[in-house]
């Protein structure tokens, strides 16, 4: 749902080089959007020479414009009337930004900074450990499209590969890649996920008491067994959903514990059969448009019965009989 105000993300992806960045934007706003610019362009490891956008008022706008005048940006917009418009940001935003943040809804001061320490470890893991494919060449045939591509590289690597590059900035980000560990990023950016999960379902699931992030140690003796579990990503797993209690009062509140017995003395009948039972004492009382809810009533109690005629006892978790449950066909 997009009513109301949440955070968001911008993106920023070099073309050449793949290289990313991420920062959360607490509201759509130019002003702010052009203050988060000014900060993102200070971690970029090259001047920023171009902007090119989505056509989006809070890019198109005088804001915008006047900051990339002032700055010598040149501002460009992407390509109009095409649904994908921004093709390498809309990647970027499937490989990094869903994958690694979901698809929950964030809203608050709380959850941006959440948010932008969960950037900050991602970045480093993006464009340092995490190679990916660049497109070389496509040919048509027909219907048939040929594609070919670079050998996988990560941002890093076509950073440095490229002649355009710099002494100074090959130095430093030689330097910086010496600090950083894969595992100790992976790590920060599970926790940073956690943290998003707890604040987006808390309204959903009650209050709860934050986990406690696991130290490294632990982290790492977790990764030889992790692939047993599964996907791991906190922000992977769906929302909790409110449990859908019953909406309507109960119709057989008043005779369930007679139902009850009719059943219990005489298993083998048919919920049509104790229904018409009921109706015949109760004249008037039960429609037939209630057989459904006797179906679901007696189904449940047959499989209590079945479990213990198995396994010697009731089943550890009974629902209770005025929940909706699948009707007997």
């Not at 056509?55 to 005088?62: I, L, T």
């Not at 599964?230 to 922000?235: A, K, L, S």
């Amino acid at each position: 749902m997009t009513k109301g105000s949440f955070v968001q993300t911008l993106v920023l992806t070099d073309i050449a080089t793949g290289w990313t960045e991420c920062a959360p934007l607490l509201v759509r706003e130019q002003r702010l959007l052009t203050e988060v610019l000014s900060e993102m362009r200070k971690l970029l490891p090259f001047a920023l020479l171009g902007l090119d956008t989505d056509n989006d008022s809070v890019f198109m706008n005088e804001t915008v414009r006047d900051y990339c005048l002032a700055a010598g940006v040149e501002f460009t917009r992407c390509r109009p009337y095409r649904k994908n418009d921004q093709a390498w940001v809309e990647q970027k935003n499937g490989s990094v930004v869903r994958r690694t943040v979901g698809y929950r809804r964030f809203e608050g001061l709380e959850a941006a900074t959440v948010l932008a320490r969960l950037y900050a470890a991602l970045r480093l893991f993006v464009n340092f450990f995490q190679p990916s494919f660049k497109l070389a060449a496509k040919a048509r045939d027909g219907a048939k499209v040929t594609k070919h591509y670079h050998p996988p590289a990560t941002p890093y690597q076509r950073l440095l590969a490229d002649e355009r590059t710099s002494e100074e900035v090959r130095l430093r980000l030689e330097a910086l890649r010496g600090t950083l560990d894969p595992v100790r990023l992976l790590q920060q950016i599970r926790a940073a996920q956690q943290e998003l999960v707890n604040l987006a379902d808390a309204p959903v699931i009650g209050d709860v008491t934050p986990l406690t992030a696991p130290t490294l140690e632990q982290f790492l003796s977790g990764l030889r067994t992790a692939w047993q579990d599964g996907e791991v990503r906190p922000t992977s797993a769906p929302k909790p959903q409110a449990k859908r209690l019953r909406r309507r009062p109960d119709p057989f509140v008043t005779v369930t514990t007679r139902l009850r017995e009719w059943f219990e003395a005489e298993p083998w009948r048919t919920s049509r059969e104790l229904f018409e039972r009921l109706q015949t004492e109760y004249p008037g009382v039960y429609p037939d448009g209630q057989l459904r809810t006797c179906q679901r009533r007696l189904k449940e109690w047959r499989r209590e019965a079945a479990l213990r005629l198995v396994f010697g006892a009731a089943p550890a978790a009974n629902v209770n009989s005025s929940n909706a449950c699948p009707a007997v066909p």
